[in-house]
């Protein structure tokens, strides 16, 4: 009982609404400045794609925003923010560790960066589970998930920057696992929610 309330409170109150809304503004900030260095070494054209976790943050600030100030909740945009928070924030949370188990070092940065990715996750699993998207949408964002990993690890190689390049078949790994997994959660939770809920 505890537990729901908790739940209902996270998803429901609108001053949590705000304290996520700035926490994922300025986390999503961090992330584009952490990332500058590989954007200035890719084409403008592909910046959309390259910055993954700030871009799932930044998606989901967009959705407080709308929810906050305008009383909308656009399916569409739920439903990408949804899946990349749950998708890139685990990637994170199991790739550090990994390779720090690997390295046999941890460094303070990796310790910070997957305790506040599984934070992102957790957002994402919170709000996906109580408010649907419907079952379109759920499908729009799993295809948006296969097709960042095809850019990020085979098309294009616009994956995050790894602390080892050896490293990249472990990522690309569970880069496309936690697609399946996360997407494949969202389409099965809104399998029957068929309209697109956008209020």
Known sequence: MQLRRLYLWITEDRRIWSALFWVNLLGSLYGFYWYWPQLRETPWYEWLIVPDSPGATFLFTILLGTMLWMGRRPAWLAALAYVSLMKYGMW??????????????????????????????LEGLLFSLRYPVGRLWAVVALGWMAFQDFVDYLAL?????????????WAALTAVGLSVIWGGYLVVRNWREVESLAA
């Open 92 to 121: 994170t949370a199991i790739v550090l560790p990994h390779h720090a188990i690997w390295a046999g070092y941890w460094l303070p940065e990796d310790i910070y960066l997957s305790l506040s990715h599984l934070g992102m996750w």
């Open 157 to 169: 190689h616009t994956n995050p920057t790894l602390p080892d390049n050896r490293l990249l078949g």
